[in-house]
């Protein structure tokens, strides 16, 4: 880490608590800034769980000088949303993405126990966990990294990236870097349909996934309608039907629950199909024998109209929780030689096409892999960030 310089220590105000949120802030960001007279291997550009596997798989490739950029460094979203979520993945899986980079396993073996690592080991490996624990990890191979010689860490969010020659500037910061690794996350799709009926009340879907949030805001004789049949959506069922009897749902669907199938050392439908908790529920209430509290509604059935059946049935919910997939955060605004370009990822190399040194990685810019009986899916989990990373890291590193 670089040290806080003492012209910056100078520029601080006697009396902090007189200063505005902002100026906090602006000092703050200061403080923790890289110098910008260095050029950087790389500039990481968000530190969820895609970020720190980006930017170690980086470090084992042989950079040696990275900068990671992120407002909080606590692990991203599912830290801030989704700690109460049941994974998907099973333990072992947050096990070896915590150790599968030599960097990783270097930060794990110096960490000093108990800590979040030996928590997750002691849990049973073959089954799913809590989101929590596992970001537990993620966060404890955050602070790890940001102590590893060579690397820089930037408590902002990256606006605007500009490329002149054969370098990356990051105007706002005042740091140059060879190469940029977008890893900026994603957030739920919005849809707006609540503001076409004066009844419904809209409810988050985040908070629909966090069952201390979810506490009081359902009162009882409450009817929810909730749009969509993927994990997040299934999960926000199951946290709605445990608020008890007095709450029914109306699930409004395009495509039937898939579930993920296990085979002989492959998952048939990894990425689109429900598993662990999310499976065994939807199995268990939404399966042949109808439970009568919660109704499921075919948006693609023959003959009839979203919009119609939107029409009949929601003027009689009272809430609605829209689970309709993630659209990426606002990427940085790119500049090239002085124009704007228009960002198209390639799910292959991890480049983004015709701008040298940019790549992506995480749920804004997943690999796009192939089963082998042929369906094609986004791969998006933290293994499967580390295994992409892994193969096109040292080609990046090359360039
Ligand atoms: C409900 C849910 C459950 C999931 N369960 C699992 C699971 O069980 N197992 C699994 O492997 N995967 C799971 N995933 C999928 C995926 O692995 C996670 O979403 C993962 O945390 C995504 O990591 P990320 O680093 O790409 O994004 P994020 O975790 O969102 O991190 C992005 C970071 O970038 C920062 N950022 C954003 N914009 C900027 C900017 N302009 N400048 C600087 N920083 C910025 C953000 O603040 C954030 O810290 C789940 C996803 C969801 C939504």
Redesign the pocket.
Known sequence: MLAVSSVRLRALPRNLSICSVSQVRRLTMKLSSPQSSKVYDAVI???????LTAASSLIDAGLSRICM????F?????HEK?RE?P???KTG?FVQWATGTKTFAHIIKSAPGPNAYTKMLELDQDT?CM?GD?VNVAQLLTDGMRKVPGIDSLA????HLVREGDVWRLPEHGVTSRKVVL????RPRQFGLADQYPNLQDLDLDTS?KPSALKGQVPFGSRVGIIGSS??AV?AMKNLYELGEGVSLVNFYRSPLLYAEYKDGWILYDNTGLKGVAADWARKVLGPEKDPRVRRIHLAAPGRKEQGIYDAELPQCTHLVSAIG?DN????KVEVDGRQVKLDFDPLTGRFKGVLGLYG????YPERVTDPVGNVESA??????LRFCRRVAPEWAAE
């Open positions: 550009i968000g530190a969820g769980p895609a970020g950029v992120d407002p909080t606590t692990a991203g979203r599912i989704y979520v994974s998907n993945t899986l799913t989101l596992a902002s969010e990256v606006r890893a900026q996350g994603s996934l994990h997040s999960l993630y955060n606002e990427p940085p990685s995480g749920i804004a998006v989990g933290w293994m499967k960030f």
